[in-house]
């Protein structure tokens, strides 16, 4: 395999990648290999790396048990592409979704293998839940992101993102998430006052989509009251109940689901990012029996059964699933992270701490200040990225399965890189 | 790795598969390996694959050569997921693409690594177009096949999957594609003067999409005459021209894109399917340099850029587009295809062929008749499929790389079944 | 009253009037008296009315008996405005409108009072095809004119008037009207076979929706088979037929209605402009009492019941449609006007005949001899409007109670402004 | 003239009237005469009427001097219908409306003709709204009405009206008018945060477009500070700022404008209901002359400029706003007006006061109790109506010309009807 010497900036991708690439102007490098938490560029320097694909690496990069399995079926000449044929993959991954995520959880949602996109699965959300109700609206929420293409987009908050669709993108309401007024504004109660009243100009919702965990709209973690909230208000108004975990399941809080601490149980869940456990392209939505009313083929696409990850995400399940070992292990870095995270915000004035689990961060106040700690970062070995509508939070995303001296030397780097960019004086809201 | 003993219908599948699932229906048996044009199933039983994933296997199943490829990157801890960062992996395939696709052909197109579906890339196209232009009309056509995201879905023409939005969807208008009313009938002249009429209620075109061939819409073929006025329709009217090449393209007509004969460069190429050249999900839109106006990531994808894909995709060029091999043994299996077709078609009053290259297909008259040719086929151990807005076309998609006689076999199948259920006399149009 | 000397284009309209203000610019002066079919201006110089109110005063200007009843009426304190609440003017109307209009031709429609604008009407028959059929889909034809508003504005040909939306109007499909192709394409096969393709993105119909002459679409005058096969099709399909008659009806074309002799019923009929009349405003929708689902309000306004309105309709229905008389003087004037039409044509090289009764007018070739024309009539005294697509149809619309010796009068100045204008040679398609 | 002597309710409305007809089902007799507060039926019984053409008739019905305009200018064979031609009446009108209204203020707003219904001038308001700022989002208010047009109709708050459209109506956004979650909420703050988070969802405004005084929507009545506050936050977000004054406006609150004194201009004012003066259909739109980019005829209409009532209106213009008689007299009555309802809410448990000027009302606090105090009063002589998204709030339109003893004698019915349907206990909130 040829490649270039010079480190991705240059020469071909300048030459022939559009330019709606994005992450590779932060990380200007060209990696060859990674490991776990951490990658490696062409001139082979390591970063430690707090963004894991986005949440989509929360078991680390190239588990070697998944690794291993995916060369033997590749090996025995393993159906790769079967559209959504039968395959002893597939079959495999069901039995141990079932057995180890769905029953202990006492959950008897059907899977709809939709296209290989987190935005896939939540179109597929969204045309049921209009099919099943009849209504088209959905309701959605400040700082959601749920995906770029058209139905996905319309209930994705950014202006920016909303832009690129060149038309007003119909059927969805865009409401205000848990804490978007303060904390001390009840959102849930004005939600409900809006719903309640036939003269809101809010038609009759044919489902409430939210994440748990908003991941690009600034780690605002909803808490369990607000969210039964919504769930008891969607069932009032004949509504379905959408949780979307592409970002924040799948172990990223230290549960498989976000949600399952909180006593609700959703109608439609939406999965990819780490659902393939090692990275490869892989959705699925989850719906409750009583809602499965599709046609055969009403929602279809190529890829939906990606057999490959059907093998990871398999051995992700049976290795990570079958125990309590890997959640425990969570709780303990997640404890270890809020504390250095609560040290690190002390160094800037104002900031506050946000998220949740390993799927924490810090408000440090302005766009350009998390910039600079990022690039800072960046030059000292850490990948990680920011958050937020003003893209003003740092937001730490490691492996699930970091070791716990990477995950401290990370945020040593972390802390060094605030403390140079922390403004001496609190920034008053953008 | 456990699986079901009994193939497919069984068990786990009516437990837990959503009833979205489709073609596992057609053919119930559960796959567990496949080479070139062969599947084999749980009971050790072959197959001949004349589906090859709708032509996402043109390069046949599990080529060895990528699969080595594929297994020495992984087993060297190649980036599996790395977002849109730049890889080695991604390096070599913009390079082998830039070297032996667009550089003989001319075309000086960015690539825009899309998420990894092909209505991802369609979805892509269109809001680049409504960018551009800054207008909202996407003209598609009659039997057109784009995807199944509501952007994409507006381009749809398939009624059951469209009401599967379960509202209007805005921004698109379906026009008659060439032949739509019969041969005699000159659509495009039609067009022209829909275009020209200021008060024919047709909104100022962003873009004309459509697909060469179309695959989902009954093997139609557009002549090169037909698309060429359309491209000139479009560029007198300020519009883009996307030429949809997801299932007509990567060498399924007999050249690379299906449209390279006809004297047209598009302005925007959706490509999925086979890009990977093993059935990995993989997609891309190939741009047009001074309509590259994207801002970083506003459109983006959590899984754009799959390095497993970039390693496959890479291989197939550097394997089959360096020279003229696979172009040359395409257009002698297209011919023994089309021949046996004729004798087929002949076998049924009334039925005719359609499409061209390895994308030919012949009309039965009645989508009974043509579901009852398939299953005969799968009982007698051949895979293929129905096309056709009434399921009315046979529709032969074998990988471009079976054996000549793994092809005649198959196409014996074909013609015993399909003198077991022609009809006597011909069948009244639907 | 004080009022400008100078005519119209001075002082108060520009400092004062909306740019949007348009007829006035094509006959600056200002109006100050108007009788049957002549109009004054503040010089008084007549003016023969060739336009009519766009076929708003069929009756003439200030008919008499509809002046005395309604100077009676106000007078006598009658309601002026009532809402919808019942009045003896209501009462009457509705009685003379069962009586001469609805029982002589065996119809059993309900009569909805709509806002009193044609553009209303249009919304409410819009509004109730898809609350009937539970469908979106209206299905309008190429160079049609139904409205402003946005709803009748989605059904709506004209490219300048749909710009106006400023985004995307769903729910609206154009298919091309009889003869939008030449004589020799059967548009109606064509639009059977688009509807009775599954696969041809037109979504399923809640309603067609036509004029049987298009007024602003250049006096086209669809044919009673090419309506009944609409009408065939519409029923076939679960579609509702709406009939727009609010320019060709009244007498327009030589019946109430003008599809009266087609064979056809159509479920709903938006009725405005020559209804009150004397030019009041005032709208109504005609509904089949099987179709009559609303609520009550769930379709209402503020000027619906417009009861000055009410008495000057009873009056033209008592006066003018008790017997035959009207229809007679009609047709003999529309077979005057066809004679000269048929000379006048001859003088422009390709010109042809459009229209049908007493909305007939001369395709001249082009917008730019057209408005010439039209110019030079009102320097000669004729009122005098263009039309169609590229405006390039010159339009009569006089009175149907205009004397014979007015109709020729103003025929003589169409005439001879039309060889003054008549380009020597034929002008190609624009 | 013939009439039914059985009133209203007998055999010509339930034979021929649509569904759709309701005002007449409360109030279920045949009217035959009006002046000024009083409406007599065929009966010959006197009505006082509380409801005056839902504001329509500010000036009561039949003043007599704008009957002898009227009847002098039919008389004269003034031009009743003139499409929007220049004629005497218009001139006249516009002069008027200049001296008296738009100069004492200091507005120098361009006048624009629309269709002669509130709902025309509405959807004339978008689509500039939406030229001018090239966007298609318009921010409109809980509980707010504008119509019932599709445009306006995606404006408009109340479920029932909206589900008439049979498919969402997209490019509106609606948001919480002041109190709308009590007097506690802020409303205007949280407006701004959403306004402020470009994650918010909420497309970039082209307008902001409410009601001073919501009239339909319970008599809520925004304050200065927060309508100013609207008006900040349009202008610094780049958006018009409309305010409907429609039902609010013509004197209604005691000035011309409703905001008049809150030291606000509206870029475009949409008026009609009581313009005319005597309740003939009439409506304009008011645009600030940098903002008039209209096209000529970009948005048309047969009876925009309704001569009779340019007539009418001019009277009505020059008679009551060219001195402080009016307003004085309003002032007073609106004094008298709220003292009552302070008496009439104390008998029921919980009511509170809505509104202000002379468009003020009582929330009862159920729509039952709401309609049965209406229907008692009905049975007393007096019309009235309730209001409100649950028809809670009983609401006094008298005509602003009201003798001071028949606004007495009508409270005076009220208070005992109130009294008779008084719930004992506050009834809990809907």
Partial sequence: MTHTDTAGVSGIYDRRESAARSYCRNFPTEFVKAKNATMTDASGRDYIDFLAGCSSLNYGHNDADMQKALVDYITADGVTHGLDMHTNAKTAFLEAFETHILKPRGMDHKIMMTGPTGTNAVEAAMKLARKVTGRHNIIAFTNGFHGMTLGALGATGNAGKRGGAGMPIPGVTHLPYEGAFGADVDTLAQIEMML?????????????????????????????????????LAKRHGALLILDDIQSGIGRTGTFFSFEEMGVVPDLIPLAKSLSGMGLPFAALLIRPEYDVWKPAEHNGTFRGNNHAFITARVAIEKFWADDTLQNAVKEKAKVLNQRLVEIASAVPGATLKGRGMMQGVDVGSGETASAICATCFEHGLIIET????????????????????????????????????????????
């Fill in 196 to 232: 309640d009243n036939p003269s809101s100009g809010i038609d009759a919702p044919a489902a409430f989509m939210l994440e748990p965990v908003q991941g690009e709209g600034g780690l605002n973690a909803a808490s369990a009251e607000w969210i039964k909230g919504i769930a008891a």
């Fill in 387 to 430: 958050s937020g509508a003003h893209d003003e939070v740092v937001k730490i995303l490691a492996p699930l399965t970091i070791p716990m001296e990477q995950l401290k030397a990370g945020l040593d780097i972390l802390e060094t890189a605030t403390r140079a960019h922390a403004p001496k004086h609190k920034i008053a809201a953008e």
